[in-house]
């Protein structure tokens, strides 16, 4: 008799936890739900890529335009650095400040302008990446955040980062 209490106290026991398990995730769906609906409710994202129909371009705005959007580095040496500076002349008509520049990974590193890049005149991007670690192809992208239209450029570095065995099985 003991023994049938105590199995009836554990089933009822789990049966208690699996609820508790459902009601937490009915609990995060319903959170879902809502979120859905009031993101129906409201549809206006603020994406600063995008133009929006009511909004009319700025025709005085500083407009970046680089002299190559992309460099090939070749081959690079494993465990080493290589730089690459991109150019660019700002064709607007008001000057272009560069708020920030991001990599798409750790190993490659921008640096750029810092003062207001007057109209007619040039700016520069240096891009750093850092082989360590890394081998074959690679392609890294740098997005350019600047009070531009819109206010992402984008650039990017690609390359053959050679194998580091094979320098040292075959040294020359």
């Avoid at 398990?21 to 993101?39: K, M, P, R, V």
């Avoid at 590193?109 to 005149?121: F, L």
């Avoid at 700016?123 to 750093?128: A, D, I, L, T, W």
């Amino acid at each position: 008799m003991k023994y049938q209490i105590l199995l009836a106290a554990a089933l009822l026991l789990s049966a208690c936890n699996r609820d508790k398990t459902t009601e937490a995730g009915t609990e995060g769906l319903n959170a879902a739900a809502s979120a859905d609906a009031d993101a129906t409710a409201s549809p206006v994202v603020d994406n600063p890529n995008v133009v929006s129909e009511n909004e009319t371009p700025n025709p005085n705005a500083p407009v970046m335009k680089f002299t190559e959007a992309e460099f090939d580095f070749g081959d690079i040496q494993p465990n080493s650095k290589v730089r690459h500076t991109f150019t660019f002349v700002n064709a607007g008509k008001s000057p272009l400040l560069i708020e920030d520049a991001t990599a798409s990974c750790g190993c490659t590193t921008p640096s750029w302008t810092k003062e207001p890049v007057a109209p007619g005149a040039q700016g520069k991007m240096e891009v750093q990446f850092d082989s360590r670690g890394k081998q074959g192809i690679i392609s890294k992208q740098v997005a350019v955040r600047a009070n531009t239209q819109p206010s992402i450029t984008t650039i990017l570095i690609k390359g053959n980062v050679l194998d580091a065995a094979a320098k040292t099985a075959n040294p020359l």
